[in-house]
Structure formats: C-alpha cells, structure tokens
C-alpha cells in the first residue's frame, strides 16, 4: 500500500496569508498526485490534478507543485471562502488520500 | 454537466448487506470512464472503496476487497456499489464518484453523498 502523510493536520491562518500544505508518500507516485477541498457537510472538490494542473474554474491562488514522494499545495493568499480541510490522493498505485489539513481562522 | 446521485438505505444492520446505487446524469456510463466509490467516516477522512470500468474491470481497495462487490447497468445509467458483512465501522457518508478514461486519473465528479449508519 502507498501511505500518503500530510502535514501540518491543523494550520491557522490569517486572511492574506500564504499557507503551504506539504504531503508525502511512502513510495513515488510519479506525479499521479491531486488535492481536494472539503467544507463541512459537503463533498469534495478537485483543486488540483497531475500534481501542478489546475481543475478548470479553481482560482490562480492555489497552485501545487512536487513529483516522486513529495509535494505541496500552495494558497497564495488566504481569502475567507478557502477555510475548509484539504486532502492529498495518490493514483498511481490504486487511491489513497492522505489524513487531511484543516485550515482555520487566526 | 455531470451530475451524480447516490440513493440507498441510510440503515443497515450489523452483519447485513450494505448496498448503493449511483445514477448518473449528463455522461454515459459506457463512454469509456472510471466509476467508483469513497467513503468517509464521521469527523474521519476519506477512504478509497473500489472503481469499475464500464467493461465491468474492477478494482477494489485491498482493506475491503473480500467484502465489496461492484456493477454498472449500462441501460439505466447507473453503478452500484454492495459491501457485505458491514459492522460499526462501515458507518461512514458514502460518495460516488467518477474518474478519467484511464485508472491513473483524479476524481473530478462526487455525487453529494449519503449517510449510511450501521446500527447493532
């Protein structure tokens, strides 16, 4: 199995801020990477694919970017509608997601 | 628009079946994509249950494997998912999904999800 570990597992931020979420896996998954949004009581959203593709209609502001074990998913500048838990997968080897970062208001 | 809708019971015994189905609107089950299913436990992360190819090629999580079983009805448009045996564990919001043309590919479709609680 391909263990996926993201961390921070919580991270507080202002508005403006830039956040960086780091997630690591246990063997290299190429670049077969994506992250998602997840808000309370809803399904979750595909930010990112293929690592650094941006999902149609997601804003510039998120951008990721790593290959291999190590990746990053980067809000360059925190609006209020971006506090929600973000979750890393791997599709190279099955799915596996990653435990998830929440994201809360400082 | 793709759109996708999962309907089942939201109750299942201990020890019983648990069983799903996912219909689906605005793409062809047959045109050639990965459905699947991912389940998330109350206030837990997101688990990977299974995917199917409108062949009917499977794959199933290796946790779950023995127990989950997965088919597409091509006539109604819709795939559905059967986890036997469930326990307290398997209580969890149950998300259906579709993928790319090709296994190594993210979800860009969930349908809205459904609660399923296993009761004792």
């Known amino acids: 199995d391909v263990q996926m570990t993201q961390s921070p597992s919580t991270l507080s931020a202002y508005v403006g801020d830039r956040v960086t979420i780091t997630c690591r896996a246990s063997q290299s998954v190429n670049s077969w990477l994506a992250w998602y949004q997840q808000k309370p009581g809803k399904a979750p959203k595909l930010l990112i694919y293929?690592?650094?593709f941006l999902e149609s209609g997601v804003p510039s502001r998120f951008s990721g970017s790593g290959s291999g074990t190590e990746f990053t998913l980067t809000i360059s500048s925190l609006q209020p509608d971006d506090f929600a838990t973000y979750y890393c997968?791997?599709?190279?080897?099955?799915?596996?997601f990653g435990q998830g970062t929440k994201v809360e208001i400082k | 628009q793709v759109h996708l809708q999962e309907s089942g019971p939201g109750l299942v015994k201990s020890s019983e079946t648990l069983s799903l189905t996912c219909a689906v609107s605005g793409s062809s089950i047959g045109s050639g994509y990965y459905w699947g299913w991912i389940r998330q436990p109350p206030g837990k992360g997101l688990e990977w249950i299974g995917s199917i190819f409108h062949s009917g090629s499977t794959y199933q999580n290796p946790s779950l494997k023995s127990r989950v079983s997965l088919s597409v009805d091509t006539s109604k448009n819709q795939f559905s998912l059967q986890l036997t045996s469930v326990t307290a564990a398997d209580t969890a919001t149950y998300y259906c999904?579709?993928?790319?043309?090709?296994?190594?590919?993210?979800?860009?479709?969930w349908g809205q999800g459904t609660l399923v609680a296993v009761s004792s």
């Open positions: 999904t579709r993928g790319g043309a090709i296994a190594a590919a993210a979800t860009h479709y």
């Open positions: 997968q791997q599709y190279n080897y099955f799915w596996t």
């Open positions: 293929k690592a650094s």
